[in-house]
């Protein structure tokens, strides 16, 4: 079968995304979608490759847009470097890998994605590079369907094609101009605990500390950072800029919990909001609290959303994932009286947007 076969046959298999704002089960979900024999599981693509220019519609050849999805993540380098990755990142735990991020630099793809996949991520990335490299030029969202194509044909996953990244509730617009046809999942969680549990990541404590740089320079994101700005930080951030830093550089500087709580709830409320905006054909929520609760019921209707059969294996292992359900206690409430109500008062926007109380 030809790429443009296999692109085409992809085009009308069903495409989903969950979305959200990390934290919220969501890595636990990727690991029981993956466990469907039908389900391409793509965990963390989109989180991995950052590049702007393939999440664009300005056309490219396949060698261009794959030195963006295969080349690595300087960030997430940075922080393999400095003893803080992410807990996500499969790769850099497995043995006799051929990448490491203080050498080669450790391909995005490589980082969560295909250890997801396959036993063998480096083969299975030298079974894609010359494929994808011959790719002509055509718009990014082109490649990506000849990608998600081809990896359906090599796992033998071709009944639909599931992608999940945490911290991703802002990407929906991209993600709706790019593949008009999918469906989206809004995974969430209790406001307090999911900002308590941020609190305690590397990733989201290097995502907050990126927003206090901006805020002291008056930006509105980070991304509008220049080295004349960084010139004028407070040393502690800075350092966070470096090749390399102190572990607990990012993870013992105090910040209060009520920064993870604000964020989360700007999260929450613009994301709410771009997805309003969608049809609700193609859009659905699902709460972390419900999917423990009532694992078999929740993991049958995301199965039917996303247009598999929801085999019984499936939902039992599934299940078992989640610790057979049962709703856990809220880690929030441990928090200290004072603490707790200036969480839930910062909460308290997302918790509105998402129509909770």
Known sequence: MSTQQRQQKHRQQNLTFIVGTGRSGSTTLSRIVNLHPGVLSLNELFASVMAPRVLSEEPLDGAEFWSHVAGPTPVFDRMIRSGVPLPEFLYPRLPSTRYSAETTGIPAILLMTLPHLSDDPDGLLDTLTPTVESWPVREPAAHWEALFATLAELTGRTGATVERSGYSLGHVPVLRTLFPHARFVHLYRDGPDCALSMSRHSGYRLIRSLYEMAELCGLESPGELTEEHIALLPPELAALLAERFEPGVLMDRPVPVERF??????????????LAALPESVRTTLAYEDLLDDPHGELTRLAAFIGVKPLPEWLDEGSA?????????SAARNLSPGELAALREVCAPGERALGRR
């Open 261 to 274: 709580g604000e964020l989360w709830s700007r999260l929450i409320e613009e994301g709410v909001r771009d």
């Open 321 to 329: 994932l989640l610790d057979g359900g049962g709703r856990r206690g």
